[in-house]
């Protein structure tokens, strides 16, 4: 017998009742939903059999005007992000020449972006994500241009570079829960797996355009020049999401108290949650034991004897299998039990790390990357799919906040774990270590939380 899909007002969607009811207390408000409205696009309304949306394609999001709006506002938000981390860290060693300061650059961003996001979280869930993402985004767009003004004008200092810094990382973090909690209000559910790997793709495409863009204005005309390169980047960011017809929904269910209270409403609701708890703690746990992207310059030294070849190499693998595993999933999108891509793929990845461990040809360890990209590309797709889908509109900011806090600290936390466990123990080691824990914590979550293997997409 199957087992009956998850569906209740606590992480689904709303039945045709409630929505009635929601509409009807939604009417009362200076502003409604555009579920609620029959001037509303038709891209808001929920589909139905047999209706104009016929089957969901790959490209089904695309015939979208709102999505093909945020499609690349997304796209200029993370070039922005790549080309802030790359222009001012050069900027900032070719002035100093000190190492030590590009150091520093890690340590500002740390400090900034955990209250950043947290804060950017509960803020998503109470103003208008669209003036949201322009907001942040704006400060970007402003301080590029101010620091190549500066630059050109031989003004600029270390100072103003670490300034501006810590105030482009927060703001951008800040945003980044409303950029993906905006997703579901152009499209319908029925595409939303299709909405979340476009994006996806988007940003691991926008990981690899970006510095080869950077190279290229650089040495073409100079490094002062990438300072603008930035600011004419990120400058959609900052007007198309105003474009998005969609309008802002108030909570139906008024928050009393601070903004720490109302973000400790998000843990509570994340805490009780049948899925996400289980999802976080897999994501971050494996994670932090198994992150094998930053010993890629090891890997090539001790186990496949090359360089800086063979580090790019590894990293084109890892970068090509990650963006072929995200376009895999659509081949998957009438797979139902959902939960489980997740835990299939979390098991292959963990089993490709042993034979990963005592591979010695370049071209295998290539190809064992690369499928190690590819699960963790499944993984990503189906986790941010099933939070967006589970989680109610008024919670889906801070829900997406606490999934990136997990996932940035525990990337710190698994840099730190895998370097010191290599320097005492040896390659090899690190990597059985880490396939035998990614194992059996994906079989603990598999056990101890059901709700993720039971859930069926709808």
């Known amino acids: 017998m199957e087992t009956p899909r ?48 016929g089957d969901a394609s790959a490209l089904s999001p695309f015939t979208l005007g709102g999505f093909r709006l945020l499609w690349v506002s997304t796209l200029s938000w993370v070039m922005t992000r790549e080309l802030r981390i790359l ?46 993402l322009a907001v942040t985004q704006s400060v970007s767009v402003v301080l590029m241009a101010l620091m190549g003004v500066f630059d050109l004008a031989d003004q600029l200092q270390p100072w ?58 650089a040495w073409w005309i100079g490094i002062t020049s990438t300072f603008f390169l930035a600011f004419a980047v990120s400058t959609p960011a900052l007007l198309l999401p105003l474009l998005i017809r969609v309008r802002f929904v108030p909570p139906l269910v008024r928050e009393e108290g601070s903004t720490v209270r109302r973000t400790w409403e998000g843990f509570r609701f994340v805490r009780s949650h049948k899925l996400l708890p289980g999802l976080y703690v897999l994501d971050a746990g494996i994670t932090v034991f198994s992150f094998y992207r930053q010993l890629f310059p090891l890997f090539a030294k001790e186990l496949y004897g090359g360089a800086a070849t063979a ?92 999934q990136v806090l997990a996932a940035q600290t525990a990337n710190n936390l698994g840099t730190l774990e895998v370097g010191f466990l290599t320097v005492a123990t040896g390659l090899s080691f690190t990597l059985a270590f880490g396939g035998t824990a990614a194992l059996l914590m994906t079989l603990a979550i598999w056990r101890v939380m059901p709700g993720i293997r039971h859930y069926r997409y709808p």
């Open 6 to 53: 998850i569906h209740d007002q606590s992480i689904g969607s709303p039945s045709e009742a409630r929505r009635r009811s929601i509409c009807e207390d939604a009417a009362s408000m200076s502003d409604r939903d555009d579920k609620c409205d029959s001037t509303a696009s038709p891209h808001s309304l929920p589909p139905r059999d047999g209706d104009e949306w």
């Open 87 to 132: 222009v001012t860290s050069f900027w900032i060693f070719e002035t100093t020449g000190q190492a030590s300061q590009l150091a520093l650059i890690g340590v500002v961003q740390l400090v900034v972006q955990i209250p950043a996001l947290l804060w950017g979280g509960t803020l998503a869930d109470r103003v208008d994500r669209r003036r949201m």
């Open 160 to 217: 103003h570079v670490y300034v501006a810094i810590a105030l482009m990382a927060s703001t951008n973090i800040m945003g980044s829960p409303a950029q993906a909690a905006l997703l579901p209000s152009v499209i319908p559910e029925r595409w939303l797996v299709q909405g979340v790997v476009a994006q996806t793709v988007t940003q691991q495409a926008a990981a690899v355009i970006s510095p080869l863009l950077f190279a290229l204005v």
């Open 311 to 402: 580090t790019g190499l590894l990293t084109a693998a890892n970068a090509i299998g990650g963006i072929a595993g995200t376009l895999f999933v659509l081949f998957l999108r009438n797979y139902r039990p959902k939960g489980m891509l997740v835990l299939y793929s979390t098991i292959i990845y963990a089993l490709l790390l042993f034979p990963l461990a005592i591979s010695t040809k370049l071209w295998v360890g290539m190809l064992l990357i690369g499928g190690l990209g590819a699960m963790d590309g499944i993984s990503v797709a189906m986790r941010q799919s099933i939070v967006q889908l589970t989680t109610p509109n008024q919670m889906r900011g801070r829900a997406v906040a606490l």
